[in-house]
């Protein structure tokens, strides 16, 4: 071949990479979708470079994946765990870990494509004539430039993924806030405080007074297991199933047993809700309550300046779908009292020594302060929590209400 053919080759060849550049490029840039990409790179690589045969595999979180495979009479894998890939590049040697019943065998080349130290792509071929031989830098660049094209658009898929899932958590917050109650009463009769941290956006506990009439209230707090979306949407059906029940009755076994079978009934067993319902009447000046698995809420014999703990009821909720047995606890003759009901998720806060605030803990700070109103005892128990968790990030959703009787 003379110096003049030798030229000609070498023109046509950067004219045909030329074009495969054009064409590839003007894709990216009408925001061509992936399978448009795809296609186009491989009759690009077909038409324009010297290739007879390519697969190529682009990284996702724990695998390549294959996006391209033409010409390959082999049997490839659809995937390659990363771990499964080294590439030497000193000696530049590409060893893939593949089962028996697949090979690379027929493909000559490798090109591999990278972002600093992270391999992004592995593109194996075989050349059409071999004594033209293929531009492998060229061929590098071009397939650099869709993978990361490639990339932008799984980075934009899962940006506008978590925009959308924060959205719905916005929603879904929202809501829940709208279960609780818009305002707890101060009144001479009942004064109640409430202070509920929940861990993320949306929680798993819950909280609730109702006044049924001038002389009935009904109270409880409650924690799914769990956390996030699923949580607080079983969360929101057990507060419209409370509700509904505490129209039509105040049998508290009633209730409960209601409760329990509507969770079973929804969840089959594979979630549960400790739940503590109390219910007080100011006329007869009786205490009816029923703890279903959950954290005993303290009560504080204000007269007697004395704690104890309700732990009468029964198992959790929606375990079983019948409850395999149900007490109902009870006190008379109350006149000036405290309530104290709350979340593991308090009790289970952490310093930075890895120690447990801890149920003692707590029961000793109710001691030490059993006749003070539910705002101040809020406001003194959370600069004790907070100085004893030294910053540490809580790790569940935090309730406490707090209730005072007269």
Not at 103 to 129: G, R
Request: proline share 3%; with cysteine; glycine share 4%.
């Amino acid at each position: 071949m003379t110096d003049l053919d030798t030229e000609t080759v070498k023109y046509q060849r950067k004219e045909l990479e030329l074009k495969a550049l054009l064409e590839i490029t003007q894709a990216i840039n009408e925001n061509k979708n992936e399978t448009v990409l795809l296609n186009i790179f491989k009759f690009t690589c077909l038409l324009h470079l010297n290739i007879k045969a390519l697969v190529l595999y682009v990284s996702s979180d724990s695998h390549f994946d294959s996006r391209i495979a033409h010409g390959i009479k082999h049997n490839i894998p659809d995937q390659i765990p990363i771990g499964d890939v080294e590439d030497n590049h000193k000696i530049g040697k590409l060893n893939l870990i593949l089962p028996p019943e697949y090979s690379f065998a027929e493909l000559d080349t490798y090109v591999p494509v990278y972002h600093k130290d992270k391999m992004l792509a592995i593109l194996l071929l075989k050349t059409k004539d071999e004594e033209n031989g293929i531009d492998l830098d060229f061929t590098q660049a071009l397939t650099n430039i869709l993978v990361v094209a490639l990339e932008n658009k799984r980075f934009a898929r899962k940006q506008l993924e978590q925009e959308r899932l924060n959205k719905e958590m916005e929603i879904a917050s929202s809501v829940q806030r709208m279960l609780f109650p818009a305002q707890l009463p101060q009144t001479q009769k009942l004064k109640a405080k409430v202070t509920y941290f929940p861990h993320s956006t949306v929680g798993g506990d819950y909280y609730d007074l109702i006044q049924k009439s001038a002389d009935e209230v009904f109270f409880c707090v409650a924690d799914v297991s769990g956390k996030g979306m699923p949580a607080a949407l079983l969360m929101s059906n057990f507060q419209a199933a409370l509700r509904t029940l505490l129209r039509s009755t105040s049998d508290l076994k009633m209730i409960v047993e209601q409760l329990n079978f509507t969770i079973f009934e929804n969840t089959h067993g594979e979630k549960f809700i400790t739940f503590f319902l109390g219910y007080y009447n100011f006329k007869t000046r009786r205490l009816e309550y029923i703890n279903a698995g959950h954290n005993p809420p303290v009560l504080c014999w204000e007269g007697e300046k004395r704690t104890e703990l309700l732990e009468a009821g029964t198992t959790i909720l929606g375990a079983f779908e019948e409850l395999p047995f149900l007490e109902m606890g009870h006190r008379d003759h109350l006149k000036g009292f405290s309530i104290h009901l709350y979340t593991d998720g308090l009790t289970e806060c952490f310093n930075r020594k890895d120690e447990e605030y801890g149920e003692a803990r707590f029961l000793k700070f109710v001691r030490r302060n059993i006749c003070i109103d539910p705002t101040e005892f809020h406001r003194t128990f959370f600069m004790e929590l907070n100085e004893f968790s030294e910053g540490v990030t809580r790790k569940d959703d935090v309730t406490l209400l707090s209730l005072r009787l007269k």
